[in-house]
């Protein structure tokens, strides 16, 4: 044994890792954690398709509902249309407005054509532009107010109802 040469065991101190490599560096992997990763991987390649084919089938729904519901809702107005027409009245107003039907000694005037030029009374041609008019309206009232209640005279006819009244 003594032909052995002794060494010397001296400490080595390794470069500081940072905080990422340490943690890296501290994962160990047993045959389980192996194991149930691919399982995880496995299972979500064979349940991604289906997933997505749900999705699409949800999507699907939801569109047909809203087609049902629109479908109900014209039903519905149809159903109420059909009702209208059990009315002896609507029928009345229909064939007089949609085919001009009149009951006897009644005269119904259709106008055709175009339409004469409108004039007021004085002949001159309405204009068809949006005008301003120039007559302040508020100050026409009030003065209309004031004129009507300093009236002197009023007619006989609103007077006398007021009188009898108050005499009875």
């Not at 939801?62 to 109420?80: G, H, K, M, N, R």
């Not at 000694?105 to 004039?119: D, I, K, M, Q, R």
């Not at 007559?135 to 009030?142: A, H, N, P, S, Y």
Request: charged content about 20%; glycine content about 6%; hydrophobic content about 40%.
């Amino acid at each position: 044994m003594a032909g052995r040469a002794r060494t010397k065991k001296v400490a080595v101190a390794l470069p500081e890792e940072s905080a990422p490599e340490h943690w890296l560096r501290t994962i160990r992997f047993s045959g389980f954690t192996v194991l149930m990763l691919g399982v995880l991987i496995l299972a979500v390649v064979v349940l991604a398709p289906n997933l997505r084919i749900l999705i699409e089938q949800q999507q699907t729904i939801t569109q047909l509902q809203t087609e049902v519901d629109e479908a109900q809702e014209s039903v519905d107005d149809l159903s109420e249309n059909v009702a209208r027409w059990g009315d002896r009245a609507y029928i009345e107003s229909q064939a007089r407005d949609r085919l001009y039907y009149v009951y006897p000694g009644e005269v119904s005037y259709l106008v055709t054509g175009e339409a004469a030029e409108v004039t007021t009374i004085d002949g001159v041609p309405v204009s068809t532009s949006i005008q301003t008019t120039t007559i302040d309206w508020v100050k026409t009232l009030v003065s209309s107010i004031y004129s009507a209640g300093l009236t002197e005279n009023a007619p006989n006819e609103l007077i006398a109802p007021v009188i009898e009244g108050t005499t009875q």
